[in-house]
């Protein structure tokens, strides 16, 4: 008989040409809600076609985050589908398409507004009846909160943040049946004492910062590409379900709120011989930004002029010595006020 590890090997080859895990983010699928977190029916339709005529795997999120995670590596070039909020679109117009299509996906769904009834947002009766058809229903708060933007202010954050988080999986667990350990940021906010609460609870974390996922990601802060609005079309997608993790150690990242206006990212990357650094680039807020060398494999990148408080966000992407794909890292800032 095999034993469990030889199959675990067998479906998961330790070969050394791991395939990336891209997961893609949505919020509505319609026409009429705002245009920067909507995609439209018929390009939801296209990119699912794509995706299978490409010969995509779509993925179980959690099952797939959890392999890479303890080391083994995907073969098939695999993309998950996530949805965040719980909008009345994904369950009405999204779900008969994925169904139709035998994909899985995942809601993360916020469960005030469903509790509440309110319009615009899918029922816990329709959440039941896809979480029985392929449909993973996970944690995205109670109320959509911003978790850690009072982080320096206000000494109560992180016991609010935890009873929102556990009010809410406890919600998702009763209304459900079953609530897996996967938790969304609310517009992908998140600090250092956040993720390692969440990481000492078991759960797994997706932010909204762009990037492929492999054995080196931060299982906190795990990158979901945007498709939606202008994202949506296939040729804005095309390098998404392609890209790969620039490599190095997640974890090392800074702390992304902070209350500098200027603030700086330093990375070491692992030599490789795919990836082509000295095409590597960086954009703060979609703009080209200098990057400085301090060696062949470590830079730093910050923006050149001082930022105003919010949400910002650093992408850096280098070719593949054959021109692609890309190889992504990115890092959202919170900027704070610092009094
Ligand atoms: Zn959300």
Redesign the pocket.
């Known amino acids: 008989m095999l034993s469990k590890k030889l199959i675990s090997l067998l479906l998961f080859s330790a070969s050394t040409h791991a395939q990336p895990l891209n997961i893609l983010l949505y919020?509505h699928v319609a026409e009429q809600t705002p245009h920067s977190t909507s995609t439209r029916l018929v390009h939801f339709q296209n990119q699912l076609d794509h995706f299978i005529e490409q010969g995509y795997q779509i993925v179980d999120l959690e099952h797939a985050t959890r392999q890479i995670q303890q080391g083994n590596v995907l073969t098939r070039k695999s993309l998950a589908l996530t949805f965040?909020?719980g909008f009345s679109s994904v369950c009405d117009i999204a779900y008969p398409e994925l169904k139709k299509r035998g994909l899985p996906f995942t809601v993360?769904v916020?469960t005030d507004p469903i509790d509440k009834g309110y319009p615009g947002y899918c029922s816990w009766s329709q959440l039941k009846e896809m979480s029985e058809n392929g449909a993973t229903i996970a944690n995205?708060t109670t109320d959509?909160a911003h978790l850690v933007s009072e982080a320096f202010t206000n000494t109560e954050w992180f016991d609010d943040a935890k009873t929102n988080i556990i009010q809410a999986q406890n919600t998702i667990e009763r209304r459900i049946g079953k609530a897996p350990m996967l938790f969304?940021y609310?517009?992908g906010e998140y600090n250092k004492a956040l993720k390692q609460w969440l990481n000492e609870q078991g759960y797994v974390s997706f932010g909204?910062q762009s990037g492929s996922v492999g054995s080196t990601s931060d299982f906190q802060a795990l990158p979901r590409f945007n498709a939606a609005g202008h994202y949506a079309s296939l040729t804005s997608l095309r390098n998404k379900i392609t890209a790969s993790p620039l490599l190095f150690d997640y974890s090392e990242l800074p702390d992304p709120l902070t209350t500098n206006n200027r603030p700086s990212v330093t990375v070491t990357l692992q030599p490789s011989n795919e990836a082509y650094y000295p095409h590597l680039q960086c954009f703060f807020n979609g703009k080209p930004i200098e990057v400085e060398w301090l060696s062949t494999t470590k830079f730093s990148a910050m923006p050149p002029t001082p930022q105003s408080n919010g949400r910002h966000r650093l992408n850096c992407t280098a070719p593949h010595r054959n021109g692609s794909p890309y190889y992504w890292m990115s890092q959202q800032w919170l900027i704070i006020p610092s009094n």
């Open positions: 919020h965040d909020d993360f916020t995205h959509h969304a609310p517009y909204q």
